[in-house]
């Protein structure tokens, strides 16, 4: 919504500067969020009259002059010979610049001495005005003119103005006016709102009365409870007047024609949108002597041409201005090509309605066609304000366009609204703005947005103010958004200025919510893994369909109405994002990347429980969301280094392990069991699940090439993916304290070769089932292949620590507790032990 | 015996000459033999101590036991030097080149900002809530007192999942934060005080300053005689810790169909100033609508509240001097490692 200073300054005074206006503004709830200032021509010239023409005491040719600027008075140095008292003159005041000639300095007036006498500023010629009279001395100007008016104003220019683009929120349809922010402004300064004086004079009536010439049937009362017609008969379309169209301009709205431009400069001066009908483009019934506005549903498959040339399908639940014969406007928002006004309109019929704002909202929706008209309807208009708006209108279309007005008006109104009253208590306000403030105040602040005391119990004489009694106000009708009594508060709260509502200091209370430690375990998660060495990424929630099926097979989740493939569906893995994250590196050439991230992900669980349907019911596919953990690597394992032969080493499947390893560890999971996926995966090239007991973990793997080609990855790419959401339900913190061994270990070292496909874990199952005495730990230290290793088997170095809790083992316990592990590992895995 | 202490002092002489000129250990073990060991110079002295008068074995025992313990003494710190020149690097470290690095990873700054957040208001007995991101009209819209035809709901604009089956439009992606304030409410009688950090949708083309996916937090405080001036003491607490100390906020009417009276909330400090603004809009509160209280089971006569919602990325942004919000989910680790 743009309104401009100098139009507010005609409902209310105020002498705040552009910058302060913006300000106040601001601080009622208005938002500012542009404010452009428009350089008018002639700035700093006004019209002055001259009071008293003297001789100047020091020079024959100059007199001196005392002239009144309608501020006051000011003495004037002047040579022209042309002017008397009286004469009215274009005065430039010092500090403002005589209009520039092509390629000369603008020249700007100061306060001086002509001959010891000081000029307060300079009555111009037309010359020196850069206008096309040519006159010997100065420009006199019509007898009509005003002193103090702007000069450009006087010669119907446009002045210097300010435009103010306001944000208005949805709640305040009233706020869609010029008027409903100059009342804003009257409430603050309290200053008094002037509204236009609408009055019509008898030499423009016409002796035919409007009721003679238009009726008017409302169908439906729900969709449209005021409708109120009015005719000006023998207007001259033609272009607006200057002033009209350059403030329309301003505003951004575009000049049609006189009697187009007068609707659209009530509804921005209002708030209340108007439609102008040719009045003899509509129909009267057969046998009738005038048409008769039909205001009904639109019936099943009925088409209309809107204004913009459009032809609409109409269904009954949109409402639709007719004539008995057919449509001429939809009412609300736009109307009918078939009765617009034109060149040959010599007939205007003005209406000024109220039409339900949810139909609206509908229709303009349906239509996908969104107007002033229908955005104004869709918040809320002023029902209240029908007949006002339409009589304003009517007097300017006399003003702009001629013609004669019929006498009166058609005001379709079954069921007048009572205004709404709202009970407000004293002792609420304090509740709720920790202020105390009497009844009296409460009122007087209402009363300034003209929420008027409806009732008030007469108070005894010398009784004090009842401070805490409660009041019942009248809400005006334009205020569509004061529904209950904390409403009333809140204005009680602007007007009071919420920078004088005093802070006071938190308050402890006590609370708890089951998220409160998962927000804790997200950061514990988060630190272990930074402590990796992996950075923390976010990645989009909404990927493609085709991303998410790199992973699953399973449908995802889709949008209804995305906004491009991109992005049309609810990611069900973190993978696919952080594919995308690592291709956005390896593109801007960070070759070395791991990442992790914690994020939700979506899938469907047929006739689940979800937020979105409670009842689970069978038909609806049900959504859940799991919170996930997964990691992503390329690249070089290690920051880059000068020396050394592991220097230039890349990520590895077992660097992913063992960051899941760490991580599972020292976030409390034990027992986690790695093995080889059952099933080949076209996702990843070789593959591996997190079992744990029952439930599945995750899974991890390195990527497969002819995906990681697609994303450009050129290194092997290793991602794992965990459930979240199990890994804290499955954790154990419990932690106790160990006593320190206290008797020396002894170790014993095998090498063995073993056929490639036995495990690791088939190896330590085999330690575990020969159950050596005092055998405390098992470490893997060498897997070696190639020279004298034969084919299809590797060699295998593990480190056996034995050491007893109570004493010190002797070599020949240690020994015989070794030679069974030996024995049983040759047996079961054919191992040959070598000799080290 | 003068022969004896004669023969002394030149060889105790010569060992420390010796000791001195070994040039590293196994040269010197050569010379502690040669003087030391069993069939040493010194040791062969030794053995001439026998055959002393026994008048004058006392004193010469003593002169051989104190020129011993000397050259014991010379050897051990000779061998310690040689030691340590042992173990010095053949060049001495050049202590300017770069370290060997155990990289750390880093924490995205948005969790970094969040976490800010959180540990403000834990301070101030606030507990973390969070709710489901696919949500129902109802929670998202109608129980925040933004009926279906509300003009409100078209600022919002929502992404809902395709529904195949019946059909229905029933869920959405939650629009912002506040349909957890439902939740909670829902389940928990006053007083409440709930932080909600999390993801929120909205229909939004990406640019520099939209993203589909964003983050809020939410704070909810309910209880007895909760006032604006609550509101706003809390609401300055929580920006000074996050934004500085010198902070200054100021508090505008706004709408929210949430909240009855709304605000936004303006921030004024050193970076604002330096993106050439006194204030700029940070947040939007408000005492909570007792249409929503009502909706919850809530009796607005006897409770009142506050709630107050704001933008992660904005913070982020504002806080770092980040100018396009895509770099928070294009995750390029020069970015992040900045943070």
Same mark, same amino acid.
């Given at each position: 919504?743009?309104?401009?200073?100098?139009?507010?300054?005609?409902?209310?005074?105020?002498?705040?500067?552009?910058?302060?206006?913006?300000?106040?503004?601001?601080?009622?709830?208005?938002?500012?969020?542009?404010?452009?200032?428009?350089?008018?021509?002639?700035?700093?010239?006004?019209?002055?009259?001259?009071?008293?023409?003297?001789?100047?005491?020091?020079?024959?040719?100059?007199?001196?002059?005392?002239?009144?600027?309608?501020?006051?008075?000011?003495?004037?140095?002047?040579?022209?010979?042309?002017?008397?008292?009286?004469?009215?003159?274009?005065?430039?005041?010092?500090?403002?610049?005589?209009?520039?000639?092509?390629?000369?300095?603008?020249?700007?007036?100061?306060?001086?001495?002509?001959?010891?006498?000081?000029?307060?500023?300079?009555?111009?010629?037309?010359?020196?005005?850069?206008?096309?009279?040519?006159?010997?001395?100065?420009?006199?100007?019509?007898?009509?003119?005003?002193?103090?008016?702007?000069? @450009?104003?006087?010669?119907?220019?446009?002045?210097?103005?300010?435009?103010?683009?306001?944000?208005?929120?949805?709640?305040?349809?009233?706020?869609?006016?010029?008027?409903?922010?100059?009342?804003?402004?009257?409430?603050?300064?309290?200053?008094?709102?002037?509204?236009?004086?609408?009055?019509?004079?008898?030499?423009?009536?016409?002796?035919?009365?409007?009721?003679?010439?238009?009726?008017?049937?409302?169908?439906?009362?729900?969709?449209?409870?005021?409708?109120?017609?009015?005719?000006?008969?023998?207007?001259?379309?033609?272009?607006?007047?200057?002033?009209?169209?350059?403030?329309?301009?301003?505003?951004?709205?575009?000049?049609?024609?006189?009697?187009?431009?007068?609707?659209?400069?009530?509804?921005?001066?209002?708030?209340?949108?108007?439609?102008?009908?040719?009045?003899?483009?509509?129909?009267?019934?057969?046998?009738?002597?005038?048409?008769?506005?039909?205001?009904?549903?639109?019936?099943?498959?009925?088409?209309?041409?809107?204004?913009?040339?459009?032809?609409?399908?109409?269904?009954?639940?949109?409402?639709?201005?007719?004539?008995?014969?057919?449509?001429?406007?939809?009412?609300?928002?736009?109307?009918?090509?078939?009765?617009?006004?034109?060149?040959?309109?010599?007939?205007?019929?003005?209406?000024? @309605?109220?039409?339900?704002?949810?139909?609206?909202?509908?229709?303009?929706? &349906?239509?996908?066609?969104?107007?002033?008209?229908?955005?104004?309807?869709?918040?809320?208009?002023?029902?209240?304000?029908?007949?006002?708006?339409?009589?304003?209108?009517?007097?300017?279309?006399?003003?702009?366009?001629?013609?004669?007005?019929?006498?009166?008006?058609?005001?379709?109104?079954?069921?007048?609204?009572?205004?709404?009253?709202?009970?407000?208590?004293?002792?609420?306000?304090?509740?709720?703005?920790?202020?105390?403030?009497?009844?009296?105040?409460?009122?007087?602040?209402?009363?300034?947005?003209?929420? &008027?005391?409806?009732?008030?119990?007469?108070?005894?004489?010398?009784?004090?103010?009842?401070?805490?009694?409660?009041?019942?106000?009248?809400?005006?009708?334009?205020?569509?958004?004061?529904?209950?009594?904390?409403?009333?508060?809140?204005?009680?709260?602007?007007?009071?200025?919420?920078?004088?509502?005093?802070?006071?200091?938190?308050?402890?209370?006590?609370?708890?919510?089951?998220?409160?430690?998962?927000?804790?375990?997200?950061?514990?998660?988060?630190?272990?893994?930074?402590?990796?060495?992996?950075?923390?990424?976010?990645?989009?929630?909404?990927?493609?369909?085709?991303?998410?099926?790199?992973?699953?097979?399973?449908?995802?989740?889709?949008?209804?109405?995305?906004?491009?493939?991109?992005?049309?569906?609810?990611?069900?893995?973190?993978?696919?994002?952080?594919?995308?994250?690592?291709?956005?590196?390896?593109?801007?050439?960070?070759?070395?990347?791991?990442?992790?991230?914690?994020?939700?992900?979506?899938?469907?669980?047929?006739?689940?429980?979800?937020?979105?349907?409670?009842?689970?019911?069978?038909?609806?596919?049900?959504?859940?969301?799991?919170?996930?953990?997964?990691?992503?690597?390329?690249?070089?394992?290690?920051?880059?280094?000068?020396?050394?032969?592991?220097?230039? @080493?890349?990520?590895?499947?077992?660097?992913?392990?063992?960051?899941?390893?760490?991580?599972?560890?020292?976030?409390?999971?034990?027992?986690?069991?790695?093995?080889?996926?059952?099933?080949?995966?076209?996702?990843?090239?070789?593959?591996?699940?997190?079992?744990?007991? &029952?439930?599945?973990?995750?899974?991890?793997?390195?990527?497969?090439?002819?995906?990681?080609?697609?994303?450009?990855?050129?290194?092997?790419?290793?991602?794992?993916?965990?459930?979240?959401?199990?890994?804290?339900?499955?954790?154990?913190?419990?932690?106790?304290?160990?006593?320190?061994?206290?008797?020396?270990?002894?170790?014993?070292?095998?090498?063995?070769?073993?056929?490639?496909?036995?495990?690791?874990?088939?190896?330590?199952?085999?330690?575990?089932?020969?159950?050596?005495?005092?055998?405390?730990?098992?470490?893997?230290?060498?897997?070696?292949?190639? &020279?004298?290793?034969?084919?299809?088997?590797?060699?295998?170095?593990?480190?056996?620590?034995?050491?007893?809790?109570?004493?010190?083992?002797?070599?020949?316990?240690?020994?015989?507790?070794?030679?069974?592990?030996?024995?049983?590992?040759?047996?079961?895995?054919?191992?040959?032990?070598?000799?080290? | 015996?003068?022969?004896?202490?004669?023969?002394?002092?030149?060889?105790?002489?010569?060992?420390?000459?010796?000791?001195?000129?070994?040039?590293?250990?196994?040269?010197?073990?050569?010379?502690?033999?040669?003087?030391?060991?069993?069939?040493?110079?010194?040791?062969?002295?030794?053995?001439?101590?026998?055959?002393?008068?026994?008048?004058?074995?006392?004193?010469?025992?003593?002169?051989?036991?104190?020129?011993?313990?000397?050259?014991?003494?010379?050897?051990?710190?000779?061998?310690?030097?040689?030691?340590?020149?042992?173990?010095?690097?053949?060049?001495?470290?050049?202590?300017?080149?770069?370290?060997?690095?155990?990289?750390?990873?880093?924490?995205?700054?948005?969790?970094?900002?969040?976490?800010?957040?959180?540990?403000?208001?834990?301070?101030?007995?606030?507990?973390?809530?969070?709710?489901?991101?696919?949500?129902?009209?109802?929670?998202?819209?109608?129980?925040?007192?933004?009926?279906?035809?509300?003009?409100?709901?078209?600022?919002?604009?929502?992404?809902?999942?395709?529904?195949?089956?019946?059909?229905?439009?029933?869920?959405?992606?939650?629009?912002?934060?506040?349909?957890?304030?439902?939740?909670?409410?829902?389940?928990?009688?006053?007083?409440?005080?709930?932080?909600?950090?999390?993801?929120?949708?909205?229909?939004?083309?990406?640019?520099?300053?939209?993203?589909?996916?964003?983050?809020?937090?939410?704070?909810?405080?309910?209880?007895?005689?909760?006032?604006?001036?609550?509101?706003?003491?809390?609401?300055?607490?929580?920006?000074?810790?996050?934004?500085?100390?010198?902070?200054?906020?100021?508090?505008?009417?706004?709408?929210?169909?949430?909240?009855?009276?709304?605000?936004?909330?303006?921030?004024?400090?050193?970076?604002?100033?330096?993106?050439?603004?006194?204030?700029?809009?940070?947040?939007?509160?408000?005492?909570?609508?007792?249409?929503?209280?009502?909706?919850?089971?809530?009796?607005?006569?006897?409770?009142?509240?506050?709630?107050?919602?704001?933008?992660?990325?904005?913070?982020?942004?504002?806080?770092?001097?980040?100018?396009?919000?895509?770099?928070?989910?294009?995750?390029?680790?020069?970015?992040?490692?900045?943070?």
């Amino acid at each position: 919504m743009k309104v401009t200073l100098n139009w507010l300054k005609q409902y209310v005074d105020f002498d705040w500067s552009p910058e302060v206006l913006s300000e106040r503004l601001t601080m009622l709830g208005i938002e500012v969020e542009g404010m452009s200032k428009i350089g008018g021509e002639f700035e700093g010239i006004v019209v002055a009259q001259v009071i008293t023409r003297d001789k100047h005491p020091n020079a024959d040719k100059l007199s001196l002059c005392r002239v009144n600027d309608g501020k006051g008075e000011r003495q004037i140095v002047c040579g022209a010979q042309n002017f008397k008292a009286g004469d009215k003159v274009a005065l430039i005041l010092p500090g403002a610049s005589l209009p520039a000639r092509p390629g000369a300095e603008p020249f700007t007036i100061k306060v001086g001495r002509i001959r010891g006498v000081e000029s307060q500023g300079m009555m111009c010629s037309p010359q020196e005005l850069g206008l096309p009279d040519h006159v010997d001395g100065l420009l006199i100007l019509r007898e009509d003119a005003i002193p103090g008016q702007p000069f @450009a104003e006087y010669l119907g220019r446009s002045g210097a103005d300010v435009v103010y683009d306001l944000e208005i929120t949805p709640n305040r349809p009233d706020l869609n006016s010029v008027i409903g922010i100059a009342r804003e402004i009257a409430a603050v300064t309290g200053n008094p709102l002037r509204l236009p004086e609408v009055t019509t004079p008898d030499d423009k009536t016409s002796g035919r009365a409007v009721a003679d010439l238009v009726s008017v049937r409302i169908e439906d009362v729900e969709l449209c409870p005021r409708y109120t017609a009015r005719l000006v008969e023998g207007v001259k379309i033609a272009p607006a007047p200057d002033w009209m169209r350059s403030l329309l301009e301003k505003v951004g709205v575009r000049s049609i024609n006189n009697v187009v431009d007068v609707t659209n400069y009530v509804m921005l001066e209002s708030g209340q949108p108007l439609h102008a009908f040719d009045y003899h483009l509509l129909k009267a019934a057969e046998g009738k002597s005038h048409p008769t506005i039909v205001v009904r549903r639109a019936r099943e498959g009925e088409r209309f041409i809107t204004l913009d040339g459009q032809e609409r399908a109409l269904s009954p639940q949109m409402l639709l201005i007719a004539d008995e014969s057919r449509p001429v406007a939809l009412g609300g928002v736009m109307g009918g090509q078939n009765s617009e006004i034109n060149l040959n309109t010599v007939d205007v019929l003005i209406e000024s @309605a109220y039409f339900n704002p949810s139909n609206i909202r509908a229709t303009s929706k &349906k239509l996908d066609l969104r107007t002033e008209s229908s955005y104004r309807f869709e918040r809320g208009a002023d029902i209240g304000l029908c007949e006002w708006a339409s009589r304003r209108a009517a007097q300017l279309i006399l003003q702009t366009a001629g013609g004669t007005l019929a006498a009166g008006v058609v005001d379709a109104y079954p069921q007048p609204a009572e205004p709404r009253q709202i009970t407000l208590r004293p002792t609420k306000v304090k509740d709720l703005l920790g202020i105390e403030l009497s009844s009296d105040q409460i009122e007087e602040y209402l009363s300034r947005l003209e929420i &008027k005391a409806a009732s008030r119990k007469p108070r005894p004489v010398g009784a004090e103010s009842p401070a805490s009694e409660p009041g019942t106000f009248r809400v005006p009708s334009f205020r569509v958004d004061l529904k209950r009594e904390v409403d009333l508060i809140e204005e009680v709260a602007r007007l009071y200025g919420v920078d004088r509502i005093p802070s006071t200091e938190p308050r402890g209370a006590i609370g708890a919510n089951p998220f409160d430690s998962v927000h804790d375990q997200y950061a514990q998660v988060r630190a272990n893994l930074v402590g990796l060495g992996l950075f923390e990424a976010q990645g989009q929630t909404l990927i493609s369909d085709a991303a998410a099926s790199l992973l699953s097979n399973q449908g995802p989740v889709l949008l209804g109405n995305p906004l491009s493939s991109d992005m049309n569906v609810l990611r069900p893995s973190l993978l696919p994002g952080l594919l995308d994250s690592l291709r956005h590196n390896v593109s801007r050439k960070n070759y070395d990347v791991g990442l992790f991230e914690l994020g939700r992900v979506f899938n469907h669980v047929k006739g689940g429980e979800t937020a979105a349907s409670p009842t689970g019911s069978s038909l609806v596919t049900a959504v859940t969301e799991q919170r996930n953990l997964a990691i992503a690597l390329t690249g070089q394992r290690a920051p880059v280094f000068w020396a050394g032969p592991e220097r230039d @080493a890349k990520f590895d499947i077992y660097d992913l392990k063992g960051m899941l390893e760490e991580f599972l560890e020292q976030f409390g999971v034990r027992g986690v069991v790695f093995a080889a996926a059952s099933q080949p995966d076209s996702f990843f090239l070789e593959s591996g699940v997190l079992q744990l007991g &029952k439930f599945e973990l995750g899974h991890f793997g390195q990527l497969s090439p002819l995906i990681a080609k697609r994303y450009d990855l050129r290194d092997a790419v290793f991602l794992a993916e965990l459930n979240l959401d199990t890994l804290m339900a499955r954790r154990n913190v419990t932690k106790s304290f160990r006593a320190l061994a206290a008797f020396p270990p002894i170790r014993r070292d095998i090498a063995m070769l073993l056929p490639e496909g036995t495990t690791h874990e088939a190896v330590l199952q085999t330690i575990k089932q020969a159950k050596p005495a005092n055998l405390e730990s098992v470490e893997l230290f060498d897997v070696f292949r190639g &020279k004298n290793v034969a084919a299809g088997l590797k060699s295998m170095a593990y480190a056996f620590t034995y050491r007893s809790p109570e004493r010190t083992l002797t070599d020949a316990e240690v020994n015989t507790a070794h030679e069974k592990v030996v024995e049983q590992l040759k047996q079961k895995l054919n191992a040959v032990v070598r000799d080290s | 015996m003068a022969g004896f202490l004669d023969e002394l002092e030149p060889l105790k002489a010569a060992a420390l000459a010796e000791f001195k000129a070994a040039p590293d250990l196994a040269g010197l073990e050569q010379v502690r033999v040669s003087f030391l060991g069993s069939h040493g110079r010194f040791t062969a002295l030794l053995k001439q101590l026998g055959s002393l008068p026994k008048e004058e074995k006392p004193a010469a025992g003593k002169a051989v036991n104190s020129v011993k313990l000397e050259l014991e003494s010379a050897l051990s710190s000779r061998r310690s030097e040689l030691e340590l020149q042992a173990a010095l690097p053949k060049e001495p470290s050049d202590f300017t080149l770069p370290g060997r690095r155990r990289g750390l990873g880093k924490l995205h700054p948005l969790t970094s900002v969040t976490e800010d957040i959180v540990r403000s208001f834990r301070k101030i007995g606030f507990v973390v809530a969070d709710g489901p991101e696919v949500e129902d009209e109802y929670h998202c819209f109608d129980a925040l007192n933004t009926p279906a035809d509300h003009p409100a709901r078209d600022a919002q604009d929502t992404f809902y999942l395709s529904q195949p089956g019946d059909g229905r439009q029933g869920s959405l992606l939650r629009t912002h934060t506040s349909s957890v304030q439902i939740r909670v409410m829902e389940k928990q009688q006053p007083p409440v005080r709930i932080i909600v950090p999390g993801r929120v949708y909205r229909r939004d083309n990406a640019d520099a300053t939209h993203n589909p996916t964003f983050h809020q937090v939410e704070g909810l405080y309910v209880d007895r005689n909760v006032t604006v001036g609550d509101l706003k003491g809390t609401v300055e607490f929580v920006f000074k810790e996050l934004m500085g100390a010198e902070t200054r906020i100021r508090f505008r009417p706004h709408y929210f169909s949430y909240t009855e009276p709304s605000f936004e909330i303006d921030f004024s400090s050193a970076l604002t100033r330096k993106m050439g603004k006194e204030w700029l809009e940070i947040a939007g509160c408000g005492m909570v609508h007792p249409k929503v209280f009502e909706n919850v089971g809530y009796d607005p006569e006897v409770w009142t509240g506050w709630a107050f919602g704001f933008g992660i990325e904005r913070i982020a942004m504002i806080r770092y001097g980040i100018n396009d919000i895509r770099l928070f989910y294009e995750n390029d680790v020069r970015f992040l490692k900045q943070f």
